[in-house]
Nanobody, 113 residues
Framework: QVQLVESGGGLVQAGGSLRLSCGASGSIFSIMGWYRQAPGKQRDLVARITSGGSTMYADSVKGRFTISRDNAKNTVYLQMNSLKFEDTAVYYC?????????WGQGTQVTVSS
């Protein structure tokens, strides 16, 4: 059974930083990424990274968030700087491989204004 386990969420003041981590079981994912979902809104892509290191970011986080991964540990990270109130959401880790897309359970990030 594939498992992705997130950690690192919490409460932070606007302008602060948090680092999310997501460790995965099983074989390496071709793509790993982070989505987020605020109350009453749809789940949106935040950032994604391929096994080769190519990255893509949502416009709203460009220049503030950095995604990285350690393939040896099958782990993906999201460094979030200059956090804003509107970054408040549940953040979900996702891994994609030939057998499908797999989700973590989510971790809450709350930014106080």
């Amino acid at each position: 059974q594939v498992q992705l386990v997130e950690s690192g969420g919490g409460l932070v003041q606007a302008g602060g930083s948090l680092r999310l981590s997501c460790g995965a079981s099983g074989s390496i994912f071709s793509i790993m990424g982070w989505y987020r979902q605020a109350p009453g809104k749809q789940r949106d892509l935040v950032a994604r990274i391929t096994s080769g290191g190519s990255t893509m970011y949502a416009d709203s986080v460009k220049g503030r968030f950095t995604i990285s991964r350690d393939n040896a540990k099958n782990t993906v990270y999201l460094q979030m700087n200059s956090l804003k109130f509107e970054d408040t959401a549940v953040y979900y880790c996702v891994g994609e491989r030939a057998t499908g897309r797999y989700w973590g359970q989510g971790t809450q990030v709350t930014v106080s204004s």
